[in-house]
């Protein structure tokens, strides 16, 4: 179990989730609403697909706030121009959050990838090792992706200014 909030010296659940990140060596899937990540998580996922990582991001299509919708297009473009796919859920609101790493662990628990969830909520996650739960979050993740439109619809102009002005304000959102 890791947690996360203004009173935890060292930010061990970020701590780990970079460790796990950084240690990667077939695939990383991340599935959570919203995506907002500081510049040393956006990096780090980059860096892992570039080593040859499987990594693929799955949110909602839509989520249940603009603003956060405007503030990850920036980032997820980021993860795209960088050869990573990025799956849009194409359901009902999508509110879970899990990471499954290689097949050695499941992230489970209630942190978004944003600095918010990151950095100021409570949040706590759990590290499942279990084989059958990493399956069974496994093929979870598989049906959304059946699920998914892959890629992003390209951003005009406007778009394009609109969600890197956001970014000035991700770390608040």
């Known amino acids: 179990m890791a947690p996360s909030g203004p009173d935890i010296e060292g930010d061990a ?12 060596q077939q695939r990383i899937w991340i599935v959570t609403p919203y995506y907002a990540p500081d510049s040393a998580l956006q990096q780090a996922l980059i860096i892992a ?4 990582v499987q ?9 249940d706030h603009l603003l956060a919708d405007l503030v ?3 980032y997820m473009r980021d993860l795209i121009d960088a050869g990573i796919e990025v799956a849009l859920y194409q359901g009902a609101m999508l509110h879970a959050k899990a990471i499954v790493f290689d097949e050695a662990s499941a992230l489970l628990g209630s942190v978004n990838i944003d600095n918010r969830s990151l950095f100021l909520n409570y949040e706590v996650v ?6 059958e739960i990493i399956g069974e979050v496994s093929a ?3 049906s959304l992706l059946t699920r998914s439109r892959h890629g992003m619809k390209p951003a005009g102009p406007i ?4 969600e890197n002005l956001m970014r000035i304000i991700a770390p608040q959102l």
């Open 72 to 74: 990850r297009g920036s």
């Open 140 to 142: 979870w993740m598989e």
């Open 126 to 131: 759990s590290f499942a090792y279990s084989p």
């Open 159 to 162: 778009r394009r200014l609109a």
């Open 49 to 52: 697909h570039h080593k040859g």
């Open 55 to 63: 990594v693929k991001l799955i949110t909602p299509d839509k989520s």
């Open 13 to 24: 659940l970020f701590e780990a989730l970079l460790a796990a990140i950084y240690t990667a």
